[in-house]
């Protein structure tokens, strides 16, 4: 659907464009630097970041001048100009009382905003910002960047966009920074703000402000996160581990603002949590030749080993993040915020069993003068793993759905020691270290078509 464009003046007579979304407590959400909001789907991971924050909210964004579809060849463009941009928006939408998320180069111009209108603003999210912007870069550099931009203006874009390990995202936000303004007005802005300094109005910020830094952030060192955040009364600090924009920088990063923002408005009822919110990563395990074990070993007997079993899993599982759905007799239902915690913890799973029976083997032996066929008196737990991950049903605390069904029929496919993974589960984890094999295509019952399989390798040579 397309989103509605709308247009406000500006007190020195700029037209700013902005859109507004959603029912709830208001949120306006500043853009990082020179992209429009009319381009989020160059960046499907921010736009759906932005879709997911906005769920329950009233989301309020806006392109600053001589950015997308706000005026262009507009002479000012400084910290006090981007200002009067955030104030001429607020009022129109007439949001009394606002949040903010502001993620870098709108980070001061949020915090002189906070500063000069505390009884309109609710609360503060920074990210990855800055007081001062000589703190950043220096002066001859960022002099440096404005020539760049002003003769090749891809170059200089590339320049301002964070690393992560996705060169594909990388260029993403490369193109969104070039369809969005021209090299030109990109030098003007940054020239324009090199005296932008908001440290001494950091003690003048009445609003709880939540400040989410990346401490490996290769723009934006870390310390002008801790900065702000000792310079604002009462702030937060919240480090935020980033290697690329995937579902668990998503979880994370918007777990953190929901504990901090007042509350969403609650949607219809459903039965399905819509939206990222909704997206597990699912995780199946099951001891295998347990039914031969039991008979062999006796109820009293086979059930003490499922209790190790038993404890086993659930210690890996804790120490990992994960979600037990529920115990299958003979396995574990589990479920993951993150696919990347979702792998850590199966290989962790079956590098615990690897270890327990290593420890047992010498005792799998019968004592000395013991009756033929007397039970051993332990036992070797083997188990087979399977994994996937994508937006299951919830309800009462359990899940239901396609995506559920196809994680228990891959670990079904799995022989003893053997993790076993989806496509998705494959695709979501590029880039992350972990190793993949690939073990074809397979038809399980209830699926259409073939499904691809991926072997996870977790014995440490």
């Known amino acids: 659907m397309e989103r ?3 247009y406000c003046t500006t007190e020195d007579g700029v037209r700013i464009a902005y859109s507004v979304e959603g029912e ?3 949120l306006l959400i500043c853009p990082q630097l020179w992209e429009s909001f009319s381009v989020d789907h160059l960046v499907p991971d921010f736009e759906r970041f932005y879709g997911t924050l906005g769920e329950g909210r009233r989301t309020i964004r806006f392109d600053p001048r001589t950015v997308g579809l706000s005026q262009r060849g507009v002479v000012d463009s400084s910290l006090e100009a981007w200002v009067m941009d955030m104030e001429a928006v607020v009022d129109a939408v007439e949001a009394s009382d606002v949040s903010i998320l502001a993620q870098v180069a709108s980070v001061a111009s949020a915090v002189l905003y906070a500063a000069r209108n505390p009884s309109k603003v609710q609360a503060l999210v920074l990210m990855n910002g800055w007081a001062r912007m000589l703190d950043l870069w220096p002066e001859e550099l960022l002099r440096g960047l404005a020539d760049m931009a002003r003769v090749n203006w891809p170059v200089a ?9 996705s060169p594909a995202h990388d260029q993403a936000w490369i193109q969104a920074y070039i369809e969005s303004t021209t090299g030109e ?4 802005s940054i020239l324009a703000r090199l005296p932008a300094d908001v440290t001494s109005l950091l003690q003048e910020v009445e609003a709880p402000t939540l400040v989410l830094h990346y401490p490996e952030h290769n723009l934006v060192p870390f310390k002008l996160g801790q900065q ?3 310079g604002i009364p009462g702030a937060r600090l919240v480090p935020i581990r980033f290697e690329t924009y995937d579902e668990e920088w998503l ?12 509350g969403r408005t609650p949607g ?6 819509a939206g990222a919110s909704a997206f597990r990563s699912v995780l199946f395990t099951d001891l295998v030749g347990h039914t031969e074990m039991m008979q062999r070993l006796g109820d009293e007997r086979g059930r003490e080993v499922l209790r190790e079993h038993d404890r086993i899993t659930r210690a890996v599982l804790k120490a990992h993040g994960g979600t037990e759905v529920k115990t299958l007799g003979d396995g574990f239902m589990a479920s993951f915020g993150s696919v990347t915690k979702a792998v850590e913890c199966a290989i962790a799973l079956q590098r615990a069993f690897a270890e327990r029976n290593t420890n047992v083997g010498a005792a799998l032996a019968p004592p000395q003068g013991a009756a033929s066929g007397a039970p051993t008196p332990l036992e070797p737990l083997r188990i087979r793993i399977g994994l996937n991950a994508g937006e299951p049903i919830e309800e009462d605390g359990d ?8 994680a228990a029929r891959i670990a079904a496919q799995a022989d003893g020691g053997d993790i076993l993974a989806s496509m998705a589960v494959r695709e979501l984890c590029a880039g992350k270290g972990f190793l993949f094999a690939d073990r074809g295509e397979h038809a399980l019952r209830g699926f259409e078509d073939p499904v691809r399989m991926f072997e996870v390798s977790w014995r440490e040579e």
């Open 228 to 230: 702000l955040a000792a």
């Open 185 to 188: 007005e990109a030098a003007q």
């Open 24 to 26: 709830g407590p208001a």
């Open 157 to 165: 874009a590339q320049t301002v966009v964070p690393r992560s390990v």
């Open 268 to 273: 219809p009822p459903s039965d399905v949590t």
């Open 399 to 406: 899940l239901f759905g396609s995506t559920v069904i196809l």
């Open 251 to 262: 979880a994370t990063v918007v777990s953190a603002v929901d504990q901090f923002l007042p």
């Open 4 to 6: 509605e464009v709308r």
